[in-house]
T-cell receptor
């Protein structure tokens, strides 16, 4: 079983360019999340979606957008990348909303120069 | 503000026992999670506590005291593969997870 997949694995991006990080899950989980993880800091929630068709802002949403057209996919878009968006990005999903364990994808390592 | 505190790094010996502490101050409480994260990999779920007390799962146990805003993860019979970061996370009143920065555990032979 695949669980959650993310693409690309890593990317170097020039500042000002746009990019979409892809996330797909095959567990039919309702809730999905995007986090960034930076050295010395905890995971920080960027955006979340409790169910297909709805999205919400997390702790650090500025500069990012998401969509949830269906249950399986939850892409994260950087419209105009800046160096402070250099980070490791994790997508996660959970069943029946928030009070259950979250399953994480393998992550995307993004460097913005 | 919301805050999760845990030690940055700990060292322990193979075969021994180690306790990783976590204290929290959050707006509301809907449970506390522990995750394990090996270097370069994704976090994986270890435990969930929502009531006070000890939850045991094999070599790993997790304790919660809601009145003290305190939890610990206890790892017994340490193995080299337990070298990893251990992340404490609290679910707040909005059902969002607030994450600590993680404790890097180094196991020495």
């Amino acid at each position: 079983t695949a669980g959650i997949t993310q693409a690309p694995t890593s990317q170097i991006l020039a500042a000002g360019r746009s990019m979409t990080l892809r996330c797909t899950q095959d567990m039919r989980h309702n809730a999905m999340y995007w986090y960034r993880q930076d050295l010395g800091l905890g995971l920080r929630l960027i955006h979340y979606s409790n169910t297909a068709g709805t999205t919400g802002k997390g702790e650090v949403p500025d500069g990012y957008s998401v969509s949830r057209a269906n249950t399986d996919d939850f892409p994260l878009t950087l419209a105009s990348a800046v160096p402070s968006q250099t980070s490791v990005y994790f997508c996660a999903s959970s069943d029946e909303g928030q009070a259950n364990e979250q399953f994480f994808g393998p992550g995307t390592r993004l460097t913005v120069l | 503000g919301q805050n999760i505190d845990q030690p940055t790094e700990m060292t322990a010996t193979e075969g021994a026992i180690v306790q990783i502490n976590c204290t929290y101050q959050t707006s509301g409480f809907n449970g506390l999670f522990w995750y394990q994260q090996h270097a370069g990999e994704a976090p994986t779920f270890l435990s969930y506590n929502v009531l006070d007390g000890l939850e045991e799962k094999g070599r790993f146990s997790s304790f919660l005291s809601r009145s003290k805003g305190y939890s610990y993860l206890l790892l017994k019979e340490l193995q080299m593969k337990d070298s990893a970061s251990y992340l404490c996370a609290v679910m707040d009143s909005n059902y969002q997870l607030i994450w600590g920065a993680g404790t890097k555990l180094i196991i020495k032979p």
